[in-house]
């Protein structure tokens, strides 16, 4: 009975032992990952940012990321591309931007053998992804790398994913093409859309009779275009929120192996853990300048290069944090006042050094 007592007696001590060693574990554990989450800004960042190995000291090294997106409808034996957008975002300034391209901008050499194939949304058709990226850079003026090509099934499946995306539809929505199987019915107003409801929204442009957004809103094109942009941001508002952030990687991956993209899931996670803690009221939105035009009884948009160049400044400095406001009375003044510090201080210098 004695040595059973004390094989009880043992084997309880090395228990309680094991267990002091788990709990020791854990402790430590636990105190690294609040230390780490803590340094990597603490919350939702901070446990996203030390799941995916990303830390404050990476943030450093992360460049803003430019991103031409394009929306493709592939009802007709041709690909065309439905929205052209750059996005671009920069996660040490949580700033980004949108900027649209109308599908009918003009790209062609000879305006009197114009056709369908120098708009620039047939590009894809022909060129692909990268032929489109070229164009885009050339009009743009800009050096983008990566690119993004949805089809209406991944928004479809996207919208649904997240439960649907809340947005204020600005007119009411009658429209049907039974060559593209396409029928848009949407009432005016705040409502919930389905995936369904949030295609027929991003590809409307007038109603049967003719009939398009207000001209103050932007009539066609050009009000789908600021329609697609305002959706986004809704879209990225509903998937921030923290029911939809707790699965975002299974998201994205979800996302990834449903698009075309020369964009690696490795390039995007360092991003992650940052725009989680974005705010959609800092993203600047605009569309490209461009005036209508008619070739060879097609319709055109012609760029204008002098007002694009100036809008992608303009977006590029907020997306970097520089100030578009200050004149350049205000930087000869600021260059004046810093003239007169420097000469002040140098004269200081010299009348201590005669001391």
Known sequence: MGRRKK????KSNVGKFILVIVLFLILILGSYLGYSVAKNGGGLQGILATVLGQD??????LDTIDVLVLGISEDLDSKLTDTIMVCSYNPKTQRASMLSIPRDTYIGKNKSKANGYDKINAVYGS?????????????????LQYYVVVNNQVVID????????????PIKMNYDDKTQNLH???????????????EQLLRFRHNNNGTSYPSE???????????????????????????NITHIKSIMTTIFQNVETNLKLDDIFPYVPWAVSFDTANISSNQVVANPQEYNKLSFVVYDEEETEKIIKEMTNYVEG???????????TAIEVNNTTNTTNTTKSKKSTKK
């Open 7 to 10: 094989e009880k007696k043992k």
């Open 56 to 61: 404050m000291e990476k943030l450093e090294d």
């Open 127 to 143: 060129k692909g992804a990268e032929g489109t990226l070229k164009a885009v850079n050339e009009i743009t003026g800009m050096n």
């Open 158 to 169: 996207l919208v649904n994913d997240i439960g649907g995306v809340y947005f204020d539809v």
């Open 184 to 198: 848009i019915h949407l009432d005016k107003g705040y409502q919930k859309l389905d995936g369904d409801h949030a």
């Open 217 to 243: 809103y932007g009539d066609n094109d050009y009000g789908r275009m600021k329609t697609q942009r305002e959706f986004m941001v809704e879209v990225a508002k509903q998937t921030l929120k923290l029911k």
């Open 322 to 332: 520089i100030d578009n406001t200050q004149t350049a009375e205000d930087q000869n």
